[in-house]
């Protein structure tokens, strides 16, 4: 019950963030009925290898929030070719998803943050939260190749 009280709240705060709406990203819930599971949408920081494509997101959170990190976020096709996502599943991994780094007393761990961070991301990948060693063997030692698959990912 605290969960959905806090997802209610932050809902409405990101639905009037202008920090979010400056990136152009904006969050909705699929179903009226389950304050659970959210997805989201943005546009592709400008300057990254992924700008100006409209990535959608699917946010699944447990009874527990904030308490756990959400249980899965995952982009929705097209998945970008990133450190940070699964390529077969989209799934996101940030530092700030992880458990051992989630606190629920920080003001960061919050689904503003998650998006602001996965923003964040899309031009400047986290090293230290690779989701895929072909894709980061690619990114440490073709850059080039990286880049273009990149940009390729977005635009099917």
Not at 11 to 19: F, G, Y
Not at 84 to 108: E, M, R
Not at 114 to 124: D, E, G, K, P
Not at 131 to 147: A, F
Request: net charge positive; with cysteine; glycine share 4%.
């Amino acid at each position: 019950m605290a969960a959905k009280m806090r997802l209610t709240k932050e809902l409405k705060d990101i639905q009037k963030s202008p920090t979010l709406k400056s990136h152009g990203i904006s969050v909705y819930l699929p179903s009226d009925s389950n304050i659970l599971y959210w997805n989201a949408s943005m546009i592709a920081p400008t300057g990254s290898l992924y700008q100006g494509a409209n990535l959608k997101l699917e946010i699944n959170l447990s009874e527990r929030y904030p308490f756990e990190p959400p249980k899965v976020v995952k982009f929705l096709k097209p998945i970008p070719y990133h450190l940070n996502v699964g390529q077969s599943d989209g799934q996101v991994c940030i530092g700030l998803l992880k458990s051992d780094q989630w606190n629920p007393t920080a003001s960061n761990c919050c689904i503003e943050s998650v998006l602001t961070t996965i923003f964040a991301a899309l031009a400047r990948p986290q090293p230290d939260s690779i989701v895929d060693d072909d894709v980061n063997s690619t990114y440490m030692h073709n850059r080039s190749v990286y880049e273009e698959r990149a940009r390729r990912s977005v635009k099917a």
